[in-house]
């Protein structure tokens, strides 16, 4: 079952890539759904308390935090982001962003009354479940700048808390994750900065 978590997630995050490269209201729309999905995932075992649940909780948060990391690199860049903006308002299709939005809202306020619950992993969901908020209103704005400086700061904040997690739990894997996901975040800036036209924002 965890592995068709995995698979699920990397489908929708490629959909949502490829959404991405018409540039357009919708495809803006698409991405943000992408994240809200993110949001419920990565908030999800806030929520579950049986052991058989915790599992796929686990596995669902993984995708989560990984299909936001795509997503959000994709937005972090400014170019990227004003061709996703909503120029004539909300398109319909913004509105499946709305349910996984509440599925995670409402597992934010599961994992408040359990004093169990990591606070790292607190931290992460309320983190990807307010930048998904951001992003919708980044991309109403005139540029795509704020959306962009969203998804930088919200890359560079998970990135410190992997390296913090590695570090104080000794886990390697979380360690690793977070040199990478800030190295990439480096790498995006650096092609924003000397790369084509149409990285720049």
């Known amino acids: 079952m965890e592995r068709l978590i995995y698979l699920a997630g990397a489908l929708g995050v490629a959909g949502a890539l490829l959404a991405a490269r018409a540039g357009t209201p919708e495809a803006g729309a ?15 075992p806030l929520a579950f308390r049986a052991p058989a649940a915790e599992r796929l909780a686990a596995a669902a948060r993984t ?3 990984f299909s936001f990391y795509a997503l959000a690199l994709l937005l972090s860049f400014g170019a990227v982001a004003a061709r996703l903006r909503f120029t004539a308002g909300y398109p ?3 509105l499946s962003a709305v349910l996984p939005l509440l599925v995670a ?3 934010l306020v ?5 004093p169990e619950v990591d606070s790292l ?5 309320m983190l990807v479940a307010a930048t998904a908020i951001a992003f919708l ?3 109403s704005l005139e540029t795509g700048k704020g959306a962009a400086l969203v998804a930088t700061l919200a890359l560079a904040f998970l990135a410190l808390g992997r390296l913090v997690r590695g570090v104080s739990w000794r886990s390697r894997g979380a360690l ?3 040199i990478v996901v800030g190295a990439l975040l480096v790498l995006a800036r650096i092609a924003e900065l000397l790369g084509p036209a149409a990285l720049r924002g």
């Not at 943000?32 to 908030?43: E, N, P, W, Y």
């Not at 599961?110 to 359990?114: E, F, I, N, S, W």
């Open 105 to 107: 809202a409402a597992f």
């Open 121 to 125: 992993a607190r931290g992460e969901a």
């Open 110 to 114: 599961a994992g408040l009354r359990r």
């Open 92 to 94: 319909p299709i913004l």
């Open 176 to 178: 690793v994750e977070g």
């Open 63 to 65: 995708t989560g935090r």
């Open 137 to 139: 209103l980044g991309l």
């Open 30 to 44: 698409t991405v943000l759904t992408g994240v809200a999905v993110a949001a419920a995932l990565v908030a999800a």
